[in-house]
């Protein structure tokens, strides 16, 4: 199994950046692709960003490319959402997830077998 716990969180103005930090603990952490999803109030929990398991293939939602970029150190277990010209839509949970799936799409939370428990973001205007 995978434990996975997210860090980095706060509140900030628009356009200023952040760091999310998604620490796993377990043995196959590296086996697994790494994505992030974000859920509003009131919204259903959508997609971000992922990476490979061997961080060298990324894919971004629409809405975040060009601003957010995903990574991953296997070697401290740890995996890695920089965020840049936040706007306020961009307010949310944020979660890491992991997933031991080879195939099928990086959007579907269907795909992700371990969660973390989320970290607040809050962009203000």
């Known amino acids: 199994q995978v434990q996975l716990v997210e860090s980095g969180g706060g509140s900030v103005q628009a356009g200023d950046s952040l760091r999310l930090s998604c620490a796993a603990s377990g043995r196959t952490f590296s086996d697994c692709r790494v994505g992030w999803f974000r859920q509003a109030p009131g919204k259903e929990r959508v997609f971000v960003a992922a990476?490979?398991?061997?961080?060298?293939?990324?894919s971004y939602a629409d809405s975040v490319k060009g601003r957010f970029t995903i990574s991953r150190d296997n070697a401290k277990n740890t995996a890695y959402l920089q965020m840049n010209s936040l706007k306020p839509e961009d307010t949310a949970v944020y979660y890491c997830?992991?997933?031991?799936?080879?195939?099928?799409?990086?959007?579907?939370?269907?795909?992700?077998?371990?969660w973390g428990q989320g970290t607040q973001v809050t962009v203000s205007s």
């Open positions: 997830a992991a997933g031991s799936t080879r195939y099928g799409s990086d959007f579907l939370r269907a795909n992700y077998d371990y």
């Open positions: 990476i490979t398991r061997s961080g060298s293939v990324t």
